[in-house]
């Protein structure tokens, strides 16, 4: 035989015997189990004591009498009284045996109401199937109980019996049915709350991340641009010894230094007054300011733009920010020449197209994170357009060309971008 121990935190849920290799694993009673076991037992005890019992001695369906045989049923139905939440069934089969053989003797109150409790507790506590089976027989029995003895006495106090049948036996089984109803009607609405709950988290949660994305793609769009015309006018005036192009580079690096400031603190602003969008959003009015700057920054870019007047407020700035980032990465990684902007305006969509030339450098101007094409994708995508980006072949050589197209006629006003 091998010896086996059972792990502390299960010790006060079951106690184990184990044979061999086989564990059979009996169910500690509950405390209010134990509890109704033993008034039950007490008051019947007391109850024989005090020669009390439900029939006389001399009833004809007595057939042991005195009151200690009593005292059988009476421990049995106890005994099943601990198993009435582990084993419903159970106890309810051998309890039906013990208020029968209850029948044969004097009798006992407290049996009774034992047995009244294991039919309650089969319904609350057995399995569905059988909480079912219970109410159908015992509804059965009643009936039986009221109209067989009815039918062969044919005296009106014959009825009694079925009266009782229907206290000890249905009562008791209805009570536990409607219990039941109620405590998985209240488990449902837990769960509901639960799972509501949850939901609302993992909304919470897919806003919070959403709105870091959008305020990221916002601080990288709106500095990047400047920082970026930093970098490479300050390598230029360390690399190159000459005054006036250094103090060139530098009025670039202050006008930049200034403007990315500003647009710092009015995102800075926005965060600290909890407002989810920006007191002035960009729109496509400002592209030519845009390349304005771009033009101080030392590119050669052009405008050329054909857009109706009442475009929505998100396409404006998803626009607005793919052609600023566009022409950030051109300031760091173009080769010299010519940079295009193209917006046309057409069949439902606004398309975006800027071009730059594409060649063999040493590295870029300013240091890049790749940042900028996943936040011009995700704008597009936001708005359900389509973006690419990479080098083309055109009649003026091979070139980077970065193209979106955002929808117009399906966006609204409170789309995010």
Same mark, same amino acid.
């Given at each position: 035989m091998q010896s086996r121990t059972v792990p502390g935190d299960q010790a006060g849920a079951a106690r184990a015997v184990f044979h061999g290799d086989m564990a059979v694993r009996l169910p500690r009673p509950h405390r209010f189990d134990v509890y109704i076991a033993a008034g039950g037992l007490l008051g019947g005890l007391l109850l024989v004591l005090a020669g009390l019992g439900t029939r006389r001695s001399d009833d004809p369906i007595t057939l042991f009498d005195g009151p200690w045989p009593v005292l059988v049923p009476l421990t049995v139905l106890?005994?099943?009284?601990?198993?009435?939440?582990? !084993?419903?069934?159970?106890?309810? =089969?051998?309890?039906? +045996? #013990?208020?029968?053989?209850?029948?044969?003797?004097?009798? /006992?109150? %407290?049996?009774?109401?034992?047995?009244?409790?294991?039919?309650?507790?089969?319904?609350?506590?057995?399995?569905?199937?059988?909480?079912?089976?219970?109410?159908?027989?015992?509804?059965?029995?009643?009936?039986?109980?009221?109209?067989?003895?009815?039918?062969?006495?044919?005296?009106?106090?014959?009825?009694?019996?079925?009266?009782?049948?229907?206290?000890?036996?249905?009562?008791?089984?209805?009570?536990?049915?409607?219990?039941?109803?109620?405590?998985?009607?209240?488990?449902?609405?837990?769960?509901?709350?639960?799972?509501?709950?949850?939901?609302?988290?993992?909304?919470?949660?897919?806003?919070?991340?959403?709105?870091? !994305?959008?305020?990221?793609?916002? =601080?990288?769009?709106? +500095? #990047?641009?400047?920082?970026?015309?930093?970098?490479?006018? /300050?390598? %230029?005036a360390l690399s190159l010894d000459d005054p006036e192009t250094s103090r060139q580079a530098l009025g670039v690096i202050r006008e930049n230094s200034v403007k990315g400031l500003e647009e710092m603190r009015r995102l800075i602003g926005i965060l600290r007054e909890g407002d989810g969008a920006p007191s002035a959003v960009p729109t496509l009015d400002g592209l030519a300011v845009l390349v304005d700057d771009a033009h101080a920054n030392g590119l050669d870019v052009t405008l050329e733009a054909e857009h109706g007047t009442t475009l929505p407020a998100p396409v404006e700035l998803a626009a607005y920010r793919i052609v600023q980032e566009s022409l950030t990465n051109a300031l760091k990684h173009a080769c010299p020449g010519r940079v295009t902007v193209l917006l046309r305006q057409a069949d439902g969509s606004l398309a975006i197209a800027v071009t730059s030339p594409y060649g063999d450098r040493d590295g870029p101007s300013a240091p890049g994170s790749g940042a900028g094409l996943v936040g011009m994708r995700e704008r597009a995508a936001l708005l359900g357009g389509t973006f690419e980006s990479g080098p083309e072949s055109s009649a003026n050589g091979k070139i980077w060309a970065v193209r979106a197209a955002l929808p117009v006629a399906d966006v609204t006003e409170g789309d995010p971008a």
């Open positions: 106890a005994g099943c009284e601990l198993l009435r939440r582990t !084993a419903p069934r159970t106890a309810l =089969l051998t309890g039906t +045996v #013990a208020i029968c053989a209850d029948l044969v003797t004097q009798g /006992s109150l %407290a049996s009774v109401l034992m047995f009244t409790d294991l039919v309650y507790a089969a319904v609350l506590y057995g399995p569905l199937a059988s909480a079912r089976r219970i109410q159908w027989i015992t509804g059965l029995l009643t009936v039986a109980g009221t109209l067989v003895p009815f039918a062969v006495w044919r005296v009106p106090e014959a009825l009694l019996i079925g009266v009782v049948v229907g206290v000890v036996a249905y009562a008791p089984a209805a009570t536990g049915w409607i219990v039941r109803n109620h405590r998985d009607a209240a488990e449902a609405a837990r769960l509901r709350a639960e799972q509501t709950a949850l939901l609302a988290e993992m909304d919470r949660t897919q806003a919070v991340v959403a709105e870091r !994305a959008r305020m990221a793609r916002e =601080l990288h769009d709106m +500095v #990047a641009n400047h920082l970026s015309a930093i970098a490479i006018h /300050s390598t %230029a």
